[in-house]
């Protein structure tokens, strides 16, 4: 039986669909042209913290204790109405509030913490990387997982040698080029989605 070209056309339209789905209208209105605008934004932010990495250092410690403090009061609010005389429930918001107010009145122990706490959740990011390359082995992905876990390995290292004084400016940097990444992959879903509507 003869193939006929607009047979040929049509499932070349159909293996095209399912390749690529329709995008939900709803879904592209949510990265709208200010999707485009935030990205720029987080760039330029975290370009800004790569030339200053101190001052974002700085910035991402009194970032985390306002979030300490608000979170100390929220939960203080809730202790007071719901269980005003339990000692145990006031003993989170009083944590919560102290280290928050410790941060704020002693920066550089602050970000001294905070650099502690990237090691740590660095070196369980490379362990559950490794676990999760293993698991996969020998399917395609195992080694990129890998690579992934002995960058985190690497970069708890850069913040153990030296600590405290190597957190003063990584911190600001890593966060930093979290927010430069941030800021393109969010410009890369912008650019993705309104040219696979518009090929549609």
């Known amino acids: 039986m003869q193939t006929t070209l607009m047979e040929i056309k049509s499932d070349y339209k159909f293996r095209k669909t399912m390749m690529n789905p329709l995008i939900d209208k709803e879904v592209l209105k949510n990265f709208g042209g200010y999707t485009f605008v935030v990205g720029g934004l987080l760039i330029l932010l975290g370009m800004g913290g790569i030339m200053l990495p101190n001052i974002m250092s700085l910035g991402t410690n009194i970032f985390v204790a306002w979030l300490l403090l608000i979170g100390g009061a929220v939960w203080a609010s809730h202790t007071y109405q719901y269980s005003p005389r339990s000692v145990m429930d006031w003993l989170k918001p009083v944590v919560l509030v102290i280290t928050g107010g410790a941060m704020l009145f002693y920066p550089a122990g602050g970000v001294a913490g905070v650099g502690l ?12 990387s490794f676990v999760l390359a293993q698991t996969v082995y020998p399917a395609r992905g195992w080694g990129w997982m890998s690579i992934n876990g002995v960058t985190s390995v690497l970069l708890a290292a850069l913040f153990m040698i030296g600590w405290p004084e190597t957190s003063y400016w990584l911190v600001g940097l ?6 430069v990444f941030d800021g393109w992959a969010l ?12 090929s549609k």
């Open 174 to 179: 890593y966060v930093a080029i979290s927010l």
């Open 187 to 198: 410009l890369f879903i912008g650019w993705t989605l309104r040219k696979t509507a518009v």
């Open 117 to 128: 706490l990237l090691a740590v959740y660095l070196l369980m990011d490379a362990f559950s």
